[in-house]
DNA sequence: ATGAAAGCGCTAACAA
DNA sequence: TTGTTAGCGCTTTCAT
């Protein structure tokens, strides 16, 4: 069994509390510090975080829920946050929930079973069901990328809405007419802001918004190359597309390359997320850069400051807008001559 | 403050031990079972794991601790191993130690006195000696995808040498003569097997090693740019090369494409990790492919053997070792010239 | 089947 | 400054 306390006092022949002030920066003289510090060394102590969460009721633990550990875009934060967190002395417990709202559920209730000082979720369930008991009962909640009807709490989100709209804009201005889009689930909140800033680029372009330029995808690779053949199959004149997460744009490119359609002569392409994928891209890919490490900093500095380690916690719940950044490639045509001209894609 | 089972048993007028008795699969009589759930459900009741825990000497807790979140051979297994364990009741708190000993020995220390009930580790420090003490407190250690000299616990492995070996074996098939590798870090295990395994290629061919074909990478994007770049401006006859893991992969396809090389026609490439990118790649990657998900099943079996949760656990360590697997894509030139007369000589 | 009580390793109030 | 002591919420004998 490991060294206790206990141990610690017996073997220097001090009191408990004298062993635990010296742990918890309290004053102890000088020779005691040196004879405490010899027993440690001697019977390799080491702090039982357990008994003194129980004690404390505080676990310096911080639970993480997301949809999926194996995609970059979520593990870009959590490195972020997982690296200012443990220089602070917390721990994170990292949930995937592969996307299911259920196990989302489970895992937040697994994470109160543990006592963590508080959770950080990048939601599926639009509810957000489970997370409402866990925040009633005092303990900070901060919500990632995607935001929750009704439920206060603070939040870091990307202008997702803004960044497709900006994509869109740029292959307007670039002479584009028929742009087609691989959307993400409806029900997932920056799918729908996405498709929003797409919308809106059409109507600051004057350009009616065609249904059959939208498809439905399903934020994973195989729907992205799903959802890129379909697109192709049913819009001849689309002469561009974009891809609205990283996992649909390597199935986008997957599909271009293994119908062999030629970048950007036959189809213009934006992307998103992962500028190296994008720079390993031939010809290198146009994206949307999301800033995974301001909101893995920002995500982390509020959660610090609700527990009360450092910084301020505003009185009311917080919501931090980050912004994206469109980085050029060289997959968008340069300015074409007319809309009405475009030839069919070949391919097919 | 949440509901104890002090509350339920006041809530119930039942005794302490009948409540905890329910949890644990005891037998309690009808009527009081429905009281007991009946008093769960009105207040919000959720075990206190710490509490359970400190009594126990058990956190239901598994400590990783890896290199490199961001990095997909890692997310992969961590989401296959977290997958099984998390079914199984265990907690995994996820240790990303930047690559550099002295965090992963801190991280090594904070899981220890977080009593977690064992640890998987990708090690960094090549002597383990953070780990060492852990495993002499009776908790189980395993070692995940390299070993450490002198430290007798069970260990994931896969056979790189041989990985790489088929990969140049290939190459030297389609008649290339001069293959370069860009490697890793020679104090890391898997890099000097992957190593090695281009030497006994040279060798079973017959064809000399040429240290200027060698690059010492690091693992990393940027390496494998520059690994690349001085690569080619070292080795102007040069026919193909190897990639050895998927961080430098991307690097080598960034360097590619930002120099304008045609593949395979100027240049044969082959690849490790990440089929997905394989395919985004044009023309097509060929790459070396690691078994992610079979490592995470053998290295969570081990763990909830050593548990003694399910399984049985070998007296002795144990070493899995694991296969690799070769995938085609277009990025290797099909038989030079050379390959003929190799042919011709070797009777193939 | 159930209840009473001890104690896991720690912190914190109080006393000395 | 240091020692004594009472819990934190749970499990686990040992009675009943």
Do not use: W
Request: proline share 4%; aromatic share 4%.
């Amino acid at each position: 069994m490991a060294a206790t306390m206990k141990d610690l006092a017996r073997h220097t022949g001090l009191g408990l509390a004298t062993i635990s002030s010296y742990f918890n920066g309290g004053n102890v003289r000088e020779k005691n510090r040196i004879k405490i510090e010899q027993a440690i060394e001697e019977l390799h102590y080491e702090v039982n975080e357990v008994a003194r969460g129980l004690k404390t009721n505080a676990t310096h633990t911080i639970g993480v829920v997301i949809p999926e550990l194996n995609n970059t875009f979520c593990t870009e934060i959590i490195t972020g946050m997982e690296d200012i967190l443990r220089s602070r002395g917390y721990a994170t417990i990292v949930c995937d929930c592969r996307t299911d709202a259920a196990l989302e559920q489970e895992a937040i209730e697994f994470l109160t079973r543990k006592r963590v000082d508080g959770i950080i979720n990048m939601p599926v369930d639009p509810a957000g069901s489970g997370l409402r008991e866990f925040s009633k009962a005092g303990k900070p909640v901060i919500l990632l990328d995607r935001r929750i009807q009704g439920l206060d709490c603070d939040c870091v989100l990307v202008d997702n809405r803004r960044a497709v709209n900006e994509a869109a804009s740029l292959l307007f201005a670039q002479g584009h007419r028929n742009i087609g889009i691989i959307s993400g689930p409806r029900e997932i909140y920056t799918a729908s802001e996405r498709l929003k800033g797409y919308a809106d680029a059409h109507k600051e372009a004057g350009i009616p918004v065609q249904e059959s330029l939208i498809c439905q995808g399903d934020y994973t690779i195989r729907g992205g190359v799903s959802g890129m053949i379909s697109l192709i199959r049913r819009n001849p004149h689309m002469t561009a597309v974009i891809a609205t997460n990283y996992e649909m744009t390597v199935g986008m490119m997957i599909a271009v390359n293994e119908l062999g359609i030629r970048i950007p002569d036959e189809l213009s392409l934006i992307g998103f997320d992962n500028l190296e994928f994008a720079r390993a891209c031939c010809p290198a890919l146009s994206i949307v850069s999301q800033p995974t490490m301001e909101m893995a900093k920002e995500t982390a500095s509020l959660m610090l400051a609700r527990l009360g380690v450092e910084g301020e916690a505003s009185s009311g719940p917080e919501v931090k807008y980050l912004r994206t950044r469109l980085i050029g490639g060289r997959s968008v045509s340069g300015p074409l001559p007319g809309a009405e001209e475009r030839k069919a894609v070949g391919g097919l």
